[in-house]
């Protein structure tokens, strides 16, 4: 049986399917006479939750950062919430019953609250109180902290999952996990793309699967349960391949990009999504040399709305914690296109009206996301580029259009933060003007495909033209050199983000030539590193 | 007594983190404050109530500090809210 959900977090998982039932704690009501008494126990197992709490937010800073840990931080002042403490205190005294009688029944009264609320977020909230609630009910019952009673690993399945609980599953126990509710923003998702284990939501599992055989495909999010012999093979040699790239993951996580001889290069990842951080993470990017604005516009409606872009910026900034984020603004134009654009189908679209060239033409387009952009570098490290840039001129008309968003941000009274500003160098027009260019942008980013493609007049989507549109040509590494000169020479740093930057084979001559980044999709960013650190330019 | 009104701009609203900061900037004050908005009048320094007003973008908040060290409290917790939500 093959079941289709959504991807939480790649990776392959094969193993004995597990379901976890929420222990609903039985709490019984009993008459208690001392209601000063189970106050006391109240307030000690209060305080007990609290420590457990405290441990969690330690564990989760080191793993997954200060904004996913933040969530054990609120669950500590939930606890200590005089509305909440007062409600339970009234039960004790009022009704003369047992502590955990009124911790269980608090819980389910708040948690009620928040999820009649119209507001997803709000209510999420309701897990949370019967989180906090089952926890201090758990140390009142002398039960352990919950946990994975753990035998042989599988993957887990369940209805749902708390932060507390997926923070506290033994990795060694776990595969995967599977929940059927859950979205790819909740704080589980996000927690268990940055821990590393592969995870699906919204599958529909059948209650009685229980120790069958299954596969995760956390690539495709798909569960397999009970596959033939077939997919059962497939999925051995994928998982091999799988588990090659995460050795050598293991072994050069957290090592530096510097050569033999103390030369350092910036490694970042080039994304696609918003979904892509987790992959970027998990690879150790330094930063994203490439997010490619694109996926807001195309496959919608309409024009993604300030808000939404905001939001999709904000969210890779805060995931990023710090490091840079380098966001192209729309690159877009006939041959990948969005309807309500209303674009004219071209003879030569790759020569034609695409990318910076729609958005000084409708600057509105290109004001708006600047906005977004400049508004999301509140909360992180955000420098924006401009694709396809030809002339000084494009980059003087930009830059008062960047003067202008500013000055409609201070008047409408939104806060923003501050943007390093960089151009693509894809055009040889923007190489040969590389010396001036340098002079107006922080930063450079060559990008080799288009630059190989304009330079060789070679249409990279025509296959009969494979031999021709050749990236290691001469021609496009002079290019590459001159663009790298001028760059330094004018006070830019400069970075490579086409396919080119991610071919080891090139990575010794690209240091050779001092450039000072490297941004590659997140797979590669490791075996660069690799390749970095076996280079010696002194020897 | 002192009051000031806000507007919030985080597209979330007042969600769970900036929720549990608020409190912590409420609480750090002596006097009362009270924040009333979407229907619903709670006490800022209690996180369930300040949660559950679910109050989002673009609705108005009303900061209410009674006693000691009022001014001073509204004055912070402006800055707060302009900075966080």
Known sequence: MRLQGKSVFGGIAMGKLAVYEKKERTVKREKREDADAEMQRFYEAKEEAKRQLGVLYEKALKEVGEANAAIFDVHQMMLDDQDYEESIEHIIREQKVNAEYAVAQTGDNFSEIFAAMDDDYMRMRAADVKDISDRVIAVLQGGKDKGFAGGEPVILLAEDLAPSETVQLDKEKVLSFVTKFGSTNSHTAILARTMNIPALIGIDFPKDCEGAFGIVDGFEGALYIDPDEETIALYEKKKQKEEERRALLQELKGKENVTKDGTRVELFANIGSVADVGAALQNDAGGIGLFRSEFLYIGAEDYPSEEQQFQAYRTVAQNMAGKKVVIRTLDIGADKKADYFGLDPEENPALGFRAIRICLQRPQILKTQLRAIFRAACYGNISVMYPMITSLREVERIKEIVEEVKEELLKDGLPFGEVEQGIMIETPAAVFMSAELAKEVDFFSIGTNDLTQYLLACDRQNPNLADVCDPYHPAVLRAIEMTVKNAHAGGAWVGICGELGGDVRMTETFLRMGVDELSVSPPRILEVRDAIRRIDLKG | ?85
């Open chain 2, 1 to 85: 007594m002192k009051e000031f009104c806000y507007t919030i701009t985080d597209p979330e609203g007042i969600h769970a983190r900036p929720a549990g900061l608020l409190v912590k900037a409420a609480a750090a004050h002596p006097c009362r404050v009270t924040l009333k908005g979407n229907g619903k009048e709670v006490d800022a320094k209690r996180i369930m109530g300040v949660m559950s007003m679910g109050v989002k973008q673009g609705q108005e908040l009303t900061v209410v500090c009674d006693g000691e060290g009022e001014a001073q409290a509204c004055a912070d917790l402006e800055a707060f809210l302009k900075e966080n939500l």
